[in-house]
């Protein structure tokens, strides 16, 4: 069955460092995938799309690539700031809309 | 100006009510989504619906039914609610099925006792 994993419940780190975090994939070749950035009581928020014919995606300090060999994502946030601090979650779909799929999420705390 | 909005916020209820969810976008988007997020906070679909017909329908209790009244509107009705349906439902939207950024409602709370 399909399975998705990120690399920890929870990440620390200091404020002004590169935040890295992992998305890692079994039994699935998905069309995209996605990053979503959750805070405390809300719904997921998009940050941005990778389909599996791209290696990169930027977006202001976001950076995301997607290696389909690996079957692995990576998400980095650069110079951190204490406002990022939230559960970011990475999701898998393919193109019909069939099979989305929601990774457990790592919820990252940026420390002053 | 909310996007996707839902109703109520909060619900609390006691074990075998039957219990609705209201949820609307206006973004004129042609898919919806329900989620269901437990106390792990593992997000999972349970239904997507496309121009009101049912697209995706996980394995979820019958006692789930979703009700599309027209392309704005998904909501959920649940039947005999059991202790372990209580959890945070999330309503999403889309353009369109596949590759497109869903849209999440805030969230419905819901504590069966």
């Known amino acids: 069955s399909q399975k998705i994993e990120q690399n920890s419940e929870a990440l620390n780190i200091q404020e002004g460092k590169t935040a890295t975090l992992t998305c890692n994939y079994t039994?699935?070749?998905?069309?995209?995938l996605q990053w979503y950035r959750q805070d405390p009581g809300r719904g997921p928020v998009f940050l941005l799309l990778?389909?599996?014919?791209?290696k990169e995606k930027r977006k202001e300090r976001l950076k995301v690539t997607f290696d389909t060999t690996l079957k692995q994502s990576l998400f980095h946030i650069t110079a951190s700031q204490p406002a990022d601090s939230a559960t970011y979650l990475c999701a898998l779909g393919d193109n019909y809309g069939q099979n989305f799929v929601f990774g457990p999420g790592t919820r990252l705390s940026v420390l002053p | 100006d909310t996007a996707v909005s839902q109703t109520p916020k909060y619900l609390v209820t006691q074990m075998g009510n039957d219990k609705s969810i209201k949820c609307e976008q206006n973004?004129?988007?042609?898919?919806m989504y329900w989620y269901k997020q437990d106390s792990k906070k593992f997000l999972k679909i349970m239904f997507s619906?496309?121009?009101?017909?049912?697209?995706i329908n996980e394995t979820v209790p019958n006692r789930f039914s979703p009700k599309s009244p027209d392309k704005a509107h998904l909501n959920l009705h649940i039947n005999s609610l059991e202790l372990g349906d209580s959890a945070v439902y999330f309503c999403?939207?889309?353009?369109?099925?596949?590759?497109?950024?869903?849209?999440f409602g805030p969230g419905t709370r819901l504590l069966v006792l």
């Open positions: 973004l004129g988007h042609d898919t």
């Open positions: 990778i389909r599996e014919n791209e």
């Open positions: 999403a939207s889309s353009y369109r099925q596949g590759a497109e950024t869903q849209y």
């Open positions: 039994n699935y070749s998905p069309a995209y």
């Open positions: 619906y496309n121009n009101k017909e049912l697209i």
